[in-house]
DNA sequence: CTGTTAGCGCCTTCAA
DNA sequence: TTGAAGGCGCTAACAG
């Protein structure tokens, strides 16, 4: 299919007996230009049905009005709530977004990195993939100067400003709550070890236990890649065991209820028999049965303050050096660890 | 922030003391050139870390290679992946997307609208909001001949290829399944009366109770904008009424759900008292106590085939008029729904 | 095999 | 108040 002739300032100026630049200072407006000269050229654009051709102009100045996003994937509730903030924002200050998912590849984010730096977007929003452990393409997007910011999976490693929600603190939220409960023996159950939340949260978690005098141990820690494979398998190795905790913090709500459904299966009660509480507060969470504690994550609102600030360094409204944005998580109490009122 | 310099190719060929011509022609591989200076070009470039400029690009031939996407709201999980669908196989074929929301609202729709174009996409995929009752901005968008296609959220009234999922018959499995049950007296809860599938999923139902002889019956529908609040009072008037339901279809999971909380709140036992279905299959509805009965739709599918298909028009793969791909849609049975099992 | 020229649609000097 | 010229980065047609 052949895309329709779409008319340009030329063939305005043609029609009508002026030059090109008079056509192109009406269409802005410009105030030094007989009005009726500009009326007519408004007019005849209108009856012609002109349309800008942001790509010319973007060529012009060198600047695409463009931001670019990777995420690890779509589908995901809490992206998806970061890419309509992320969307809502650059619409409302005059920029689209292209987007990408890498479905947690890492040679997938290096090949979307590629095409949106060909398409010059102005600055790029990322997220990265659970593969991804080296991080000389980010090295090389900040030699090269592009603008860009990481969001929710974000690497210390490269000096860039990051927003995040404060994971630590989410955790420990989540496990003092348990604590509260009188939940002693509490498992955490972790993504792959080098993912940073895994890492930030697991910290939070210790931090609570230590808070309550509990030693450190090791032994509570399972660690799963968050298939739900494996999420069913260090679950059923949990329960073989001897002792068995009373309580478990999973790192992310789809872990919780796959946990929650094995748990399930195997005649457990949640929360008598254990205590159950996630992370991130997916829609799914509020549902499912026994309701799961979880901790709540601004998705929306990181999607937007990462946005606003990207834009505000691209406008120069804000100074280039890095900076830290940590959002605040809360916890959500539902049935799930509810010891008290149903033991 | 200023955005670092990129090198282009006019910078190679001066380091190099060649034409840009035949920078251009060692980039792209052009077998008319010695093998020993496109050897020197492309060395020089990969040390300069050129970057290829896909904006020059589509100025020069006039396709952008990118598609525009509009749906209702990203964070549906029925919409994400939709997009998810699209988003992998444009990639794959080379093109890049640009997505907006219209957040529902004609008005944002057709801004949206008028940006894509601007940006001069090669083509357009959209889903309509639920506001939009008029079609003169994609009457518009046909005239001026810019390729675009309708997915889920469709109208009738502009030529162009659709894809949708069988939404009559998807209803008609839904209720005749509810039929099977033993049920008889099958409310039909729909959303706004204008909207596309709010019409197709009520033939299905009707169309189902017809085959059983029931007689058709407008008493059993419920109307509700599909908010929260209307989805709880419409279901209380049901319940206040003399004689209730024995089922209810639901035109979507969402709203099932809405049913089914406040159903449970008023001690009605699902699916003894009132066998309950949906229509999506939303993740959240394998998980709700009990699990929802529902349609499975292929978002993911429906995404990858309305790109492959756009796509082919654009290529002239395919001959441009307008087809209409259809979908199938199939039963989930689970626990609202087993009279049989459970009663 | 390589260079020159012209132009995609637009905007910004500079000149008139 | 308007026009002409040049250029953003790239490519394609035409020379040589």
Chains 1, 2 share one sequence.
Do not use: W
Not at 262 to 268: D, R
């Amino acid at each position: 299919m052949k895309k329709g002739h779409q008319v340009t300032m030329k063939e305005i100026a043609k029609k009508l007996g002026v030059s090109v630049s008079t056509v192109s200072r009406a269409l802005k407006d410009s105030p030094e230009l007989h009005p009726d000269t500009k009326k007519r050229i408004v007019e005849m654009a209108t009856s012609m049905n002109y349309q800008y051709n942001l790509l010319a102009q973007s060529l012009r100045i060198s600047r695409s009005k463009v931001l670019g996003v990777i995420v690890p994937e779509l589908t995901s509730h809490f992206f998806s709530s970061n890419i309509s903030g992320i969307q809502d924002t650059a619409y409302k200050r005059g920029y689209n977004i292209m987007i990408c998912q890498s479905n947690e590849s890492f040679e997938q984010e290096k090949a979307n990195l590629k095409t949106l730096v060909s398409s010059q977007v102005d600055g790029l929003l990322i997220s990265l993939s659970r593969e991804t452990k080296s991080y000389e393409h980010l090295q090389e997007l900040y030699d090269r100067e592009i603008p860009f910011i990481m969001f929710d999976r974000v690497t210390e490693e490269i000096p860039v400003s990051k927003v995040t929600v404060d994971d630590a603190h989410g955790a420990y939220l989540a496990v003092n709550h348990l604590l509260q409960q009188g939940c002693r023996k509490i498992a955490y159950f972790s993504g792959p070890t080098d993912l940073y939340i895994s890492k930030k949260r697991k910290e939070g978690y210790l931090e609570a236990l230590q808070e309550f005098g509990i030693p450190e141990t090791e032994s509570r820690v399972y660690v799963t890649d968050l298939t739900e494979e494996m999420n069913r398998k260090v679950t059923m190795e949990m329960l073989a065991e001897g002792d068995r905790p009373d309580a478990i913090f999973a790192m992310i709500d789809p872990l919780a209820i796959d946990v929650m459904i094995v748990l399930k299966e195997n005649g457990i009660k949640i929360p008598q028999d254990i205590a159950l509480a996630g992370f991130t507060n997916n829609p799914t969470s509020a549902v499912v049965e026994p309701s799961l504690t979880t901790i709540s994550q601004p998705g929306y609102e990181m999607g937007q303050l990462a946005a606003n600030h990207l834009l505000d360094q691209l406008d120069e409204i804000v100074p280039d050096d890095p900076q830290s944005f940590i959002l605040l998580t809360t916890l959500v109490e539902r049935n799930s660890s509810q010891k008290s009122t149903t033991a």
